[in-house]
């Protein structure tokens, strides 16, 4: 059985881009989460906003927010 591919740099990208991938669906839950917990509501467009956003570095902001937001307006502020 030829595994070749699974050593190859195309395999290793795939896996890259599915770790990012987990990583920024995780943060993602986690500024929901922290917002559910405070009893905050969040509309569509906020929740849409915040599970389709890619960037690592602007979900990581938004997650060191959502613990003392008041509202998903904090969470978004540019501070």
Known sequence: M?????KSSLSEE???EGRAE?????LA???LLFLARAG?????????RITSCTDLDTLSRWLLR?????SVEDVFAEK
């Open 2 to 6: 030829d595994l070749s591919f699974y």
């Open 14 to 16: 795939i896996r890259d």
């Open 22 to 26: 987990g990583r920024t669906e995780g």
């Open 29 to 31: 839950r986690g500024i």
């Open 40 to 48: 905050i509501d969040v509309s569509d467009e906020a929740r849409e």
């Open 66 to 70: 959502a613990p003392t937001a008041t």
